[in-house]
């Protein structure tokens, strides 16, 4: 008899997303210009929403991407220039640490098999690291890593950056943004857009990476 997993698909529409399409096409917010007055408003709008909902601290950036694995490509474009560190346990956590190694980064990975959790004492992050990848609801299995095991990450490599992925899991988990570095989700799950966070010291990164 095969397994049976309760995993995070792709979501249910609201019930009042129609009607905000309608109203879009009503208004022709599709086709306004993106330096236009409008958009500014719609896109402040948009931000300052999620800052509330999300409690992002007004010292992180954020910005909107197309897809997760854009996301995880500006992470470790961004802030990974020899050497990024992936917790893997499943398909999406694998893309990740794929990623990386498409672009050409020496990457160490710690792998357990899809549906299992990690053991922080098992994990040995080298000195060279400069990004640890986190998926924290790995969609493929529906297996969560507790936020309280990221922060102690952050608490014991406090030199590294931490990059969360929380594409199946947003807006419901509470992610206290003020201990860990990079946060995103994607379009197909709890939002329609995508969104990537990140704290100063990433902005700094990304200047000095090459």
Do not use: W
């Not at 719609?42 to 910005?63: A, K």
């Not at 897809?67 to 990024?84: F, L, Q």
């Not at 893997?88 to 710690?110: D, M």
């Not at 640890?132 to 890593?145: F, L």
């Amino acid at each position: 008899m095969g397994n049976i997993f309760f995993t995070p698909g792709p979501s249910q529409l609201y019930p009042t997303v129609k009607k905000h399409l309608l109203y879009a096409l009503r208004e022709n917010i599709p086709s306004i210009s993106h330096r236009g007055q409008r958009f500014q408003e719609i896109y402040e709008g948009t931000v300052s929403g999620l800052r509330q909902l999300l409690n992002i601290p007004d010292s992180h950036r954020v910005y909107f991407l197309t897809s997760g694995t854009e996301a995880m490509e500006r992470c470790v474009e961004n802030c990974v220039e020899k050497e990024s560190f992936h917790l893997v346990n499943g398909s999406f956590s694998k893309r990740f640490y794929n990623t990386a190694l498409e672009l050409r980064k020496k990457s160490q990975i710690h792998e357990v098999a899809p549906g299992a959790g990690f053991a922080l004492s098992d994990i040995t992050i080298s000195k060279h690291t400069e990004l640890i990848c986190v998926t924290q609801n790995e969609t493929s299995t529906g297996v969560q890593v507790p936020m309280s095991d990221v922060y102690r990450l952050k608490k014991q490599y406090p030199d590294k950056l931490i990059a969360l992925d929380i594409v199946s899991s947003a807006p419901y988990v509470n992610v206290d943004f003020k201990k860990v570095d990079l946060v995103f989700f994607s379009v197909q799950k709890g939002f329609g857009f995508g969104s990537y966070y990140c704290e100063p010291r990433c902005i700094r990164k990304s200047k000095t990476t090459q």
